[in-house]
């Protein structure tokens, strides 16, 4: 498959106005980011991809700072080179390990998480997948039974196995990341993994423990009912993709709606993750 590289060039901008902009294109499908010196470059599969969808999304932004963006077609193969050639190790807390297929391994971690990197979201470079490793670390996950919502690589599926989860659920509407998951499942000896290719209408029917969801704010509020209908009560959910504002309230209140109670949030370079209990 290939995919549309959106390169943008902030002119006359603060920090933020960069992270309101990647913000608005999460919300019409764009699934990658990349930070350059002069801004960032944006990826959305090409049959996604609707240049008027975003020129509409980003308007109102024109009058508060000065940007431009280039359109480039990726072809896959040469994503996946790219890719790996910027994939770099990372290290957690001094707890967690994440590397690809190529480097080499460091087994004084206790937790170490081998991906093979493809145009799948949630190699845990991104600020939100290392929120959510985070919480994973803090929170209790033995034999427990877990759903990852968004899964992309499967690498918050994988540690949440890794922790001693009894059953993992990792959903993902892209079949890219659906096969990403399976491979990454695998590559980690990983028993207890199943993965779905799907949305909110494939979450099985069952009663979770804990619920991760890393998506988007838009797909997170039209979904959150269902995470509610799919937890236990006094099960966690932790929820991230969007940031301290405007967005966190808009999430706390809908999560309200479903008898989700907000507990606290996590912020990094902008970014938030929240912890709520049913």
Known sequence: MNYYEL?????SAEDFHQDLLINELAGIGFDTFEETDLGFKAYI???DFNKDHVDQALSAYHEMFTFKYDVNLIPQKNWNEVWESNFSPIELANQVYIRATFHESKPHFPYEIVIDPKMAFGTG??????????????????????LDMGCGTGILAILASKLGAKEVDAIDYDELSYDSALENA??????????????????????????????NRNILLEQID?????????????MSGFYKEPDLEIIIDEARKHDLKFISHKELNNWVSAKFIK
Not at 131 to 144: G, I, N, S, V
Not at 226 to 238: D, Q, S
């Open 7 to 11: 390169v943008f060039t902030l002119i």
């Open 45 to 47: 599969k090409s049959v």
């Open 125 to 146: 470079h991104h600020q939100t997948t290392v929120l959510m490793l985070e919480w994973l670390l803090e929170t209790e996950l033995k034999d427990k039974n877990i």
């Open 186 to 215: 695998a590559l980690n000896d990983i028993q207890n993994l199943t993965a779905i290719c799907g949305s909110k209408e494939a979450i099985p029917n069952k009663i979770y423990d804990v619920i991760l969801a890393n998506i």
């Open 226 to 238: 269902r995470y509610a209908t799919a937890l236990k009560e006094g099960g966690e959910l932790f």
